[in-house]
């Protein structure tokens, strides 16, 4: 059956709501009149939007709990281009209403294809040791724990659950058509590095309850946070493997991870100096800008025109095009 | 039989050298003392060196023919970490001495095999409004006779005869393989995108006897210079099919080529606004750059180092390794 | 007799208006209570507000034809530097309480006078080449028609219906009066770059009944977009002639065009390498910046300082003085 | 009767030299074995070429005035892209083989001309106190003394002994044709600030023996430097006058003076904040900089490329054409 | 008896507030619905807050004296991460209910101690010329009287009465201990240079009523301002001392002053030439910026987040810590 | 006894030198005749210069050990602005010829002194935690051994072995007299900071023979480099003290070296973010720039001029004056 709900990316301006959202953060304020309103962060799996709860108060604040499911009614409207609800009725969501699915960016199923997926294309790398290091990873139960439940970020590409392990899989995937078309190119250790380039950010994010940046990863960030956890699996390695895990490897290694932000200004603190570091950095950008451009045209709702809003990071708007091109 | 050549790029220092050579370039000069020497720039497949003939005259410098292949002799030298050659004699090649092979980056069997590997490329294109398109500059003998014979550039990546063909062939290769990893991507666009970026140096560029630039090639530039042929290009593809050319089609292959350049510092108009302009610009860059510096590392000779020497355009040195990697 | 008028760079704050406006844009939104309001942009000759005309409705904002002229009533005030006017009342103007002339920039007349200078100025150039150019470019009553409509932006300089022909004119009257300073400088092909320079801009720019972009002027721009149109002008002039336009003459005027930016970081796909280039891309640039400085300095309302407010695009606040100059 | 001599400009590959050059700078050094040379400036009226005496001795070093006519034989040749002389005599210049005419940039006569031109521009000025304080100026001989003699640089544009007074007269001249162009440009000001603009110079740079930086021309710089004259100078007309300079003018002279670079990157302590001081910096750019292309295009000899060979500081190849403009 | 006033740094969202504060600013404005309402900027000695007071009128707006002490009641609340307060009350205040030490930055004692140490650390210099030069500043009662007063900047660091002594004094401190490590840096130049560096700033700002920029201050900036009283004073102290100031003394001088935003980009018209101008640069630079973030870190109220909000100007948070350092 | 030794920065031009020298390097090369030349680097404790034997054999090249006296006879020149040496005779150093303190740049009493010195500073470490991680780094042998050794770079600032040393002492000691003046700084942390900042160096550079980079050094860099040693020895310190070091401490600690290049542009993979951060980074760039002007000024031998050269990598050139500032 197909789901009767409004998807946050289909609501038009002026359409009255009610049905179950994720409610991920609340705000009491008090507007200019002194009058306390709620602001709510609703989402569902095809994005968010931003509720509003005149005439709020206290306790009314405290009975609503973030993270959970709630039902809620209004009617949207445009501000400042963005889509908001003005929320006029609030209540705890009956478990029938709910379907999990419409929810999650990535469904549990879908994580575990990923990971399988991952599994498979790790298994597949030739180099004994770098697949011996990989197992050691694969192996570590903490690590993985957080590898697929870890976004990609707090708000540009792949901000969501299991955002890292969709962009990881999905750029080893480019990595291994890519890699075979450039004979210099070493396909294990691009695959590797692939893997590895954005592990640090399991411990430089913070996805329990909301998004955010642990204090960790303000202040010395995921390009340098990883590289001891990969220190400690070399040697585990060595110890499985029982020889010597080659230096110049980890050093290759270690230097595609710290070199996949590509440019001093991105704050990386080396260039690429290798063909598998500079192909790391070109196609980890390619999967990241596609995702995220992609999204802005989908996310990009409301309006007929063929464009986009200007995107400020991007520096520009994007062309979605009136379709005319058979 | 195993070429007995010494190839450029196998020249150590202080070699005695008695061999054929492609002599591309000649100066005559006068030194210091007033003394004439000659300043040849001899080739071979693999790469090119100076030679300097000291105690040179008009008539010797007039009977050089530039283009063709000569019989020099003489020692090898490093001069400011470049290598060069001291003549000491040079004459006529005999015919028997010369295996074109050894002179041609590419040979004209390898030529061939790229040209009909673009065909099936460019057949396999499915929508039928690109494809008429690519058989309009398929059948075009002068644009393929160009197509297939220009360089890449005059001294960055792909520079030499046939060099544009084998950037081309080689991006499209992985445009093929990247695009259907992002179903948003429209491979069709991408892969004629990837075909005709830099079809406009074959008019930039002048490489009949030596690489140069046109006049136009200087002041206006391929990226413009190819959108007027592929006006008329559509225009006759529409003549042919009888129907209208879908004018947002041609606006997206005209931006896709626009704006390969990817950010204004690089003489780009426009920057990507289309998820196929963007991947363009981001697999372009890695074709180049990987061709590049494994050609860095290849030419880089004369030094047991692990590192290249300082690249000035790329603003770093490259990591060759010490193999220590099994 | 005096316009009774009170002109949009007139008002100061609390001001009671009741008077007709051309109504170039409206919207239908809803505040934070869920109210609709409307908000209206109010045009005359001498700038525009921003008009809020609360507790709207559908049908209201139904029965509002933009691109036409209503009266207005309401009241003036400042909202973040920005003036406004609340509106209580919107009426169909009588036509006996317009007045055209306080409505454009420019009128039919000056637009008039404006054509027939752009002529005259045309006319006295002596390159035969070039007059035929011109002549052509003159004869085309669908390119002129739109040359004398365009405007020359859609926010920045002289961005008003009949701006690109008062830009264009302006500039070539300082290139007439600039070239005989420089013998080395060729004032024809100077006066006709001035001419051309920015002509891509009619159909870049939509200005039919609002500003905006073309999506082709949006992907492609107005720097490249009118190559075609020269080089269609060229064949013609070389047809009406009966000779040969010179090439490096097309050349000149082309790379003239697409290097009138002047920079990379301003979307110049090249650098001006002539000195006819050099001279039109600064000139342009003071013609430009004369107009939109002394334009910040006149709509600087509502306040006694002796300074215009911060100007983000030009990165500084502007000296208007307090007058004791004398 | 016309000069026989060959002029700097004019000198080809390999000619025999045996005529009259000022000597603007000599050195002694040790060439690789050990032995001395001399190298020298050789100067004319069209430009520049340095001399090489091999197997020189203290002796004939000390013998040798700079700044004074010798009579000079040697061979030319091309060395780096730079024409050189192969010196091999050097001896005293008869005064009949010397005509003035050859060795200056400008004439005395013209430097008159100039000078007047000055004063008659000055005083076309109307508004009077600006009127006053250039008289001021004029008036002040040892600051005219040095204004008249002055290079506007050492390498750049107008580097040669009179060059800042050909330079400040071109620009008033533009200034003077384009002011009336902008009604709101105040004219009289812009004039002066012209005059003014690069005053500064006259302390900033030496010229005497040869061109190079005063201590406090390089810790200081002429953009600041001119300005406790300017203070001085109007204290010294309100004296003359009996009547207050207007502060705000003052203060807009002094603006006008000190961001005439325009751009903070330029050594600019502020950007240009009036039109007066927007329209000097793109004017005076526009004199220097056609200027300095001409000159680059009239010194690069030896060469019969439509292409300059590439200009490091201005980061181009300038298009000298083939002449087939007609 | 310790002060029962709740400080502007203390207050925390929805606080009821009655007390006192030093009204720095007034502003009458219309919201949307046309209402007038006021907005004050409220301050105490640890920061300003704004305050708005709805539903006023013009006469209300009259009364209110700036730059005076008003009883002022309401509720504090969080407005786009600000702390604001909605004023429901606001009466002239009671003198008993006034402490002025609650809203002085700085104390007069304070400002009494440091213009005493200022004194001191003058009277330590060795160098004859600097120790004279110094006390020709220290008798202008005019200069002297503005020194003390003027605040070091308008928004960033030491922005309130006495800011600019404060500053100074502070960096003289810091380059006396620093001065004695670096045998070749000339301490006595460098604590001259440190006293005279910002000293431009007396005239540059206004900060009589409120803090802004003068004319003169923001065409010609105090870098630059200072040097003709520099001038002034070291012929003032010539006479004095009956013996010429050594010329390399006062352009080492100068070009500390001049020199020392120490980047072209940050207005500085020349880079730091001599050891002392590159000391002084990084030495004011460490200064301003910790007093400048332990300022942002202070008035980061409101939250517990161990991370201030993100800072515009600086490009980053600072971490202030959970405080679980021991 | 005074050294009757000329030291390399009293070198005029054409001097007469027989003397020892420190051989750092030595290169065999052809000239354009094809005849050897021997490069070699001569050193002694004030800088190096370059000596040129022409007529060099393979036998000659072989017979000189780098890293040893030997006594050069040869004559002084300049060759492009920099000091050379004609050597004429080479041979062996008699051992009572060589005075070991005339080639060191830091004598080993002075390293122990310095070493002593680091010792005392970090003894006086309050914080119990800092001072026992100090104390395990101390009683660290290999560690302390490259850390006394090092130098702290290869061309620029402290480039001799010890340099590391030598700046780190310095820095420390500003770092202990500017903390007390800032009382929200933490004297403790940043005395540890100024320790460590630039202790990966001890890996990333290679000074055994001669100086260079290691290629982890080239691939990762010693700010990254030395953060697993930080980790180490803290937990080392933990089990020594037999409690937690404050995990927020390490971070702070961890945050300092990681963002002690202060930008981005700088390799810098963070900016600085605490207070400690912030100073320590003004604070080293301090130390290294006084260092690096002060020896431009030292070495920049052989003219009379008030000016140094120009210096390429810090973009100007430097006033060392003519002396008459009493």
Redesign the interface.
Known sequence: MPSLRRFVNQLG??ENIDQVFLVADKQL??????NLYLQLRLIDKTGSLTG?L?NATDSIFNSIPTGNYLRVAG?T???NGQMQM?VTRIEPADARQIDDQDFVMVSSEEIDKLAKRLVELLRGVQNP?LRNLAECFLADEEFMGKFITAPAGIKNHHAYRGGLLAHVV?LM??CR??AP??P???GDMLLIGAFLHDAGKIDELTYDTEFGYS??G????H??MI??TV?DKVAESERMAGERF????M??L??LI?SHHGE????????P???EA??LH??D??DA??YS??QI?KEDVGSES??TSYNQSL?????K??G???
Chains 1, 2, 3, 4, 5, 6 share one sequence.
């Open positions: 301006e002026r304020r008090a507007n200019r009149n002194g509003m005149w009617t409207q445009l501000y003005i040791h999905s995937e480019v058509v890519v078309r450039y210099e190119l070493d204090d960790e303000q202040l010395i960030g390009v340098v590289l001891s220190e080659p230096p110049e490897l050093l290759r270690k230097h710290i001093y200004q991105y704050g990386s603190p080396k260039l100096m290798t063909l500079i192909a070109l196609l950008n390619l800008k596609l451009v992609a045209m063929a464009w520096g520009r708007k994007f062309f095009g009136s005319d091109k058979a």
